[in-house]
């Protein structure tokens, strides 16, 4: 005898694989029992590097995963790929400095896309070269009377006095500097080669014991010695200068002015002579007294 009932279709499987032949469609659940076939799972194949499926054991459906897809619960596979999205990254025209000067500042333009350099305070240029600003400090040199000396009313007591400064300027740069030199001085004999008022560029006491006193300025580099108040000794009352002159003077120079009794007496400002818009303008200065300042710098080299 044989045991009544449908007739078992005959299936067979293969890894990852439903093979169908002319038999009715096989289904198996979890269990391995035989179900009723009402459809067929169906295989999404792969893209070549494709991986990845995933089964429904339940359903007896395969679905495959190719790269940059996802196989869905029907088995179908749907696959899509983007790119970086278009991004353009935000370019400094400044970065490394721009190509500015490194005393220099940089700063985008409206466009945000061009760099324009501007010199720092203290120095000059197109911003691409800058250099140091060039500078002559006001120098003022102050001989005060003190008490009247005994020989005459006209004179009295001082000191030697000197003041100090360093022309700013590039180094190894000489500039010409139109200076102008006021005050109230008594005059001194030199010898020079070309005196200019009481300007004498090299100038040297025409005598060695003259006691008037000697005003002069110094410039460190290049080596210059130029008396500011050049006349005839034997004054005895400050006479008033106001001239304009050149000068030669390298940058960072050290100046140096300088007002020298030699015997500790000087003549007295007696005909109350004043400097106007120099104090203590509108009063006369009590003594003597040089003030000298730059009204135009060129570059030589």
């Known amino acids: 005898m044989h045991r009544r009932g449908r007739a078992r ?39 070549s590097g494709g991986s990845g499926g995933s089964a429904d054991a339940s359903m007896g459906e395969v679905g495959t995963v190719g790269s940059g897809g996802s196989g869905d619960a029907g088995g179908s596979s749907s696959g899509s790929s983007s790119g970086a999205a278009d991004s353009t990254a935000a370019i400094d025209p400044c970065a490394d400095g ?21 010199c720092n305070d203290g120095f000059v240029g197109d911003g ?34 000197a003041v100090q400064d360093a022309f700013v ?50 410039v460190a580099t290049p080596a210059t010695i130029v008396k500011l108040n050049a006349g005839s000794s034997g004054g005895d009352h400050g006479i008033a200068i106001d001239e304009m002159h050149d000068v030669v003077i390298e940058g960072g120079s050290l100046l140096s002015v300088s007002i020298l009794t030699l015997d500790d007496a000087q003549a007295r400002n007696n005909d109350d002579v004043v400097i106007p818009d120099l104090p203590p303008a509108p009063d006369a200065y009590d003594g003597q007294f040089v003030q000298l300042d730059a009204v135009a710098i060129e570059r030589l080299n």
């Open 98 to 118: 721009g190509g500015c000067d490194a005393d220099a500042s940089c700063m985008p333009d409206p466009s945000g896309e061009v760099a324009v350099c501007r």
């Open 169 to 218: 300027g590039e180094p190894g740069v000489q500039y010409r500097v139109s200076v102008r030199v006021r005050g109230v001085l008594e005059e001194k004999s030199y010898d020079c080669a070309m005196p200019e008022g009481h300007w004498c560029e090299g100038g040297v006491p025409s005598d060695g014991s003259d006691a008037w006193n000697d005003t002069e300025l110094a």
């Open 9 to 47: 279709p005959l299936c067979a499987i293969a890894w990852g694989v439903v093979a169908l032949g002319s038999a009715p469609a096989c289904r198996f659940d979890s269990g391995g029992v035989e179900g009723t076939a009402s459809a067929v799972g169906e295989a999404s194949s792969t893209a």
């Open 128 to 161: 691409l070269d800058c250099e140091i600003e060039p500078h002559f400090p006001s120098l003022r040199a102050e001989a005060p009377c003190g008490a009247t000396v005994f020989w005459s009313m006209s004179y009295c007591e001082a000191d030697d006095v």
